[in-house]
């Protein structure tokens, strides 16, 4: 009988109480189970084979046999929802806790990691929220980067020191000082429909990207894209671009269909890369090993990510990107750059991100801060006074203090600014990030004990880009981040010349400015010395005080056993496509 089955006949037995010793006769038991005295001796077996209960029966006229039941009737259906979630059958186990979301919840935590189905590598996750359409060339916050990366192919790829790798080309070359950029794709390239990825539809993806306003200051200088030969794509370009190989590294230019750059709503996409979506829904995200791709196969044939509410993200096996880490001590805390065996036997991982959570002193806002008063809130919100603040709010997560935009930079240290005059009100703006919401309150709280009335209005991340386009940010404070991709070179370069944020705040003057700047690096400068060229760019900021620096967030990643030497992204998130079992 199927243990199904047996649950429906444990579940008149549970009313007789749990863990206690219960004096019954095989009688009384059919009469309770609704069925004959033979067949209540089976179930009685079964269910002792499994170790639900325990029944010691008694022979003779007036003997009473004992029943002690094991499991309550939730434990139980817990143990066999477990089950299924572990074989694939969601739907199954979700029936079982007769749809209760909260213990399904619970459940997909208690079960993440690998597993092996039918010969089948899967990997189980849960996150806090659901992804949005996973398509390159809208806007997309840092875990739905990540998850480009698993979708889609790049022309070619950047690593840390900004040096190029190759993927769906295998061979490029930069010509005529730096005017023209030539690659040569794979032969028999596919997308994950079967279509081909051939120099014609490098061609017009690109005519089509460079139609789009957030890709037209990137492009403004291409001057055309053209395919002599059917694996051959050659870009021009107006003035000289040295680092055009790391811009094309970029997940804003991962290769999709043209067909795909459109405003659809629908969450199934065609991507060129390690996995291809098979299902995208509000509470789960599924991916599939990509047969065809261009190098070697994944390890993990399956990934499932649930959407589980942040409150239900507790003791769980695999963590990405959450805070609660700080000075933990059982945490393996590294840079980007580090390369130590020993970190591939720890259970748990982190890195510092590259990339830093900072205030912006929004210059076009109508209640825009004089220099004496920046200079004394640059003092008030220095990293320390805001991490204890964090502390006293008890929302302390994992971060390092940050005295420059990224980690790798030499800090910036400024002198005590004497006390300024402020004005009796100041509006915070921030985007939908626990961290980033948790400095903007921290913040808040700082200007109340100063005697200033402050108001944090939340948005979305897409909404505060579209108020910055559209001269609709009106904020005295911007709480906001500024995170890399693993083309940090490239990403460090783009995230400077193309965050409208950012260029809002800082005033037209200064955007002036830093758009010639990095333009004459772009003309001048070969990819791999990107960081040592914008990091005087970025330090200005701060000296300037357009930028105060708080953190930089840790990211962890926590397994205990349940995947096999996996690394810790640049995002965050696990290597999923190198996790493998012995089993």
Not at 504 to 510: D, E, L, P, S, V
Request: overall charge neutral; glycine content about 4%.
């Amino acid at each position: 009988m199927s243990d199904l089955n047996l649950l429906r006949y444990y579940a008149r037995l549970e009313p007789l109480g749990v863990g206690e010793d219960i004096k019954t006769a095989l009688p009384d038991i059919a009469e309770r189970l609704f069925t004959s005295h033979r067949h209540a001796r089976n179930l009685l077996n079964q269910m002792q084979q499994l170790e639900w209960l325990s029944w010691t029966p008694k022979v003779g006229r007036h003997q009473r046999s004992t029943l002690v039941l094991n499991l309550t009737l939730t434990d139980l259906k817990s143990q066999l929802a477990s089950k299924r979630i572990r074989q694939g059958q969601y739907e199954q186990a979700l029936s079982i806790l007769d749809d209760d979301q909260k213990a399904f919840g619970r459940l997909l935590q208690s079960t993440s990691g690998a597993t092996i189905r039918e010969g089948l590598l899967h990997i189980q996750l849960t996150y806090k929220r659901s992804f949005e359409r996973i398509v390159p060339h809208q806007l997309q916050r840092s875990s739905e980067r990540y998850l480009l990366r698993q979708i889609y192919c790049c022309l070619v790829s950047s690593d840390l020191e900004g040096h190029l790798k190759p993927q769906l080309a295998h061979h490029w070359q930069c010509e005529k000082n730096g005017h023209q950029w030539t690659f040569y794709l794979r032969p028999a390239l596919t997308f994950h429909n079967g279509a081909a990825i051939d120099a014609d539809s490098i061609v017009s993806l690109f005519a089509k990207l460079s139609t789009l306003p957030n890709y037209r200051d990137e492009l403004a200088h291409l001057e055309s894209v053209t395919s002599p030969q059917p694996n051959k794509v050659i870009f021009e370009f107006s003035k000289p671009d040295l680092g055009f190989g790391g811009l094309v590294s970029g997940v804003k230019y991962a290769i999709q269909p043209t067909s795909q750059v459109n405003n659809a709503n629908h969450y199934g996409v065609i991507g060129s890369g390690p996995f291809e979506v098979r299902e995208h829904r509000e509470d789960r995200l599924c991916l599939q090993a990509f047969e065809r791709y261009y190098g070697c196969r994944a390890l993990t044939d399956q990934v499932t990510i649930w959407k589980l509410d942040e409150k239900e993200l507790t003791n769980r096996q695999i963590q990405t990107n959450q805070p609660g880490v700080q000075d933990n001590n059982e945490c393996e805390y590294h840079l980007s750059h580090t390369d130590d065996a020993q970190l591939h036997n720890n259970s748990h991982k982190s890195r510092l991100e590259d990339g830093c959570m900072l205030v912006l002193f929004n210059q076009s806002s109508p209640s825009a801060l004089d220099d004496n008063q920046k200079r004394y809130l640059s003092c008030i919100f220095n990293p320390q006074r805001v991490y204890d603040q964090l502390k006293l709010n008890q929302t302390l997560f994992g971060c390092s203090k940050a005295y420059n935009i990224l980690p790798a930079w030499p800090p910036v240290l400024r002198p005590q600014e004497p006390e300024a005059d402020l004005p009796p009100h100041i509006d915070i703006a921030v985007y939908d990030y626990r961290a980033l919401i948790d400095c903007a309150l921290a913040i808040k709280s700082i200007l109340n004990k100063l005697g200033i009335e402050a108001k944090v209005s939340t948005y979305s991340y897409r909404k505060l880009y579209e108020m910055s386009q559209t001269d609709q940010l009106t904020e005295t404070l911007v709480v906001t981040n500024i995170n890399l991709d693993d083309n940090r070179h490239s990403s460090t370069f783009y995230n400077l010349y193309t965050n409208p944020v950012l260029h809002t705040c800082i005033g037209h003057k200064a955007k002036q400015w830093l758009i010639h700047s990095l333009e004459q690096i772009r003309e001048t400068t070969p990819l791999e010395r990107y960081l040592d060229a914008i990091e005087p760019i970025a330090s200005t900021f701060i000296h300037q005080y357009w930028v105060t620096p708080l953190f930089h967030h840790r990211q962890t990643l926590r397994f205990h056993g349940v995947l096999k030497n996996v690394e810790l992204t640049n995002w965050g998130w696990p290597d999923i496509k190198n996790v493998w079992s012995t089993d």
